[in-house]
């Protein structure tokens, strides 16, 4: 994933949840924090899916310490990928699934250096992706990650100030 997708995804549920466990009722506290640190660690789990691409075909899947109980993810050799078929989301995006003679398997539209591994893929199969564009632009990251981290930072002054409440 990403680095920008997964810092954006990672400060928007700390944004969102932080403020939880302070407003909760004393006897909610602890475990509403204990919710929140599971959350994160479902969070950075879901956010760590990795694809490698390598002479012999594409995998995606997650680490070892989650891959367990996440999605077991997949891998394709490049010969076996006859084509790309475009699916429209009910949001108005585009998501592409890769055919194969194993089924379909959805293409990878977060990963860093997204136009480099759209040259790579159609060089390794033969398959044109010059219609295949990112499932959202750089720029709605962007903001959002701004947004969060402003958030946060309010949140950040805001606990801040209740500590040192005399």
Same mark, same amino acid.
């Given at each position: 994933m990403a680095p920008l997708i997964r810092f954006t995804l990672i400060s928007l549920y700390l944004? !969102?949840?932080? =403020? @939880?466990?302070?407003?909760?009722? &004393?006897g909610l506290r602890g475990p509403l924090w204990l919710a929140v640190a599971l #959350?994160?660690? !479902?969070? @950075?789990?879901? $956010?760590?899916?990795?694809?490698?691409?390598?002479?012999? &075909?594409?995998?995606?899947?997650?680490?070892?310490?989650?891959g367990?109980?996440?999605?077991r993810g997949w891998q394709l050799s490049w010969s076996?990928? $006859?084509a790309i078929t475009p699916v429209t989301t009910s949001q108005g995006g585009r998501v592409y699934y890769l055919r194969s003679g194993d #089924?379909?398997?959805? @293409? =990878?539209?977060?990963?860093?250096?997204?136009e480099a591994f759209l040259k790579q893929f159609s060089e390794? $199969?033969?398959v044109d992706t &010059?219609?295949? #564009?990112?499932?959202? =632009?750089?720029? $709605?990251?962007?903001?959002l990650a701004l947004l969060s981290g402003l958030m946060l930072v309010a949140e950040l002054g805001w606990a801040a100030a209740l @500590? !040192?409440?005399p």
């Open positions: 944004a !969102l949840v932080l =403020p @939880l466990p302070w407003q909760a009722p &004393g #959350g994160l660690v !479902l969070v @950075l789990a879901i $956010t760590s899916e990795r694809v490698e691409i390598d002479a012999e &075909g594409i995998r995606v899947g997650h680490p070892a310490w989650c367990w109980w996440l999605r076996s990928i $006859t #089924g379909s398997f959805l @293409l =990878p539209q977060r990963v860093a250096r997204f390794r $199969t033969g &010059g219609s295949i #564009g990112r499932i959202s =632009p750089p720029w $709605t990251y962007q903001l @500590l !040192l409440r």
